[in-house]
């Protein structure tokens, strides 16, 4: 079974609400990060978090960290349309290779 | 001015067909990966090199073969190909061969299988 479980898998918003997503995983981890995939596209990097950290910002993206429950939630606020995509988190696991796991991701639709 | 590139975009091919996809990246990365995604969206590691070394071969068919001319160069070769194998093949770089570095992503290949 993965590593990462991204919850909800779908999640239908309105422009300028805040959107929120968590992810699960199974093994201790160096880093967590967050990557956008928007329809049709690559996946594009939008955050890492290392394992002994609890919060990082970057613009309006919010993740925690929280390696007792090993999990972690991408908060993105004011929303707006172009934030539509799917958000993955990847981990990268303790004295694991280089690989990053993902998981299945979350399908955020922001409405205008 | 592409950071990861990736040839073809679009592939259609019967069953039984041998085909190829390259990888480029212009980010002076070492380290270069092989991605590959299901209609459910889940992305699984296939290859990983580094330095034109495989480092990262997970259980993948030997169907399929990576090849590494060079650090900034990381191409798939596939043999004899499946209906399974529809999918889209990402190519990833990063920039040092260190546990869960930021991986930089190409655009994608869609690979259909008929």
């Known amino acids: 079974s993965q590593q990462g479980e991204e919850d909800p898998q779908a999640l239908s918003i309105q422009e300028g609400e805040n959107a929120t997503m968590n992810c699960s995983y199974k093994t201790s981890i160096n880093n967590l990060q967050w990557y956008r995939q928007n329809s049709g596209r690559g996946l594009v990097h939008l955050i890492l978090i290392r394992s002994n950290e609890r919060e990082k910002h970057s613009g309006r993206l919010r993740v925690t960290l929280d390696t007792s429950k090993k999990s972690s939630s991408l908060l993105i606020t004011a929303s707006r349309a172009a934030d539509t995509a799917s958000y993955f988190c990847a981990t990268a696991l303790q004295g694991g290779s280089e690989k990053l796991v993902f998981g299945k991701g979350t399908k955020l639709t922001v409405n205008p | 001015d592409t950071a990861v590139s990736q040839t073809p975009k679009y592939l259609v091919t019967q069953m039984g067909n041998d085909k190829s996809i390259k990888c480029e990246q212009n980010?002076?990365?070492?380290?270069m990966y092989w991605y590959k995604q299901d209609s459910k969206k889940f992305l699984k590691i296939m290859f990983s090199y580094n330095n034109k070394e495989l480092i990262i071969n997970e259980t993948v068919p030997n169907r399929f073969s990576p090849k590494s001319p060079d650090k900034a160069h990381l191409n798939l070769h596939i043999n004899s190909l499946e209906l399974g194998d529809s999918a889209v093949y990402f190519c990833a770089s990063s920039q040092i061969r260190l546990r869960g570095e930021t991986q930089y992503f190409g655009p994608g290949t869609r690979l259909l299988v008929l």
């Open positions: 980010l002076g990365h070492d380290t």
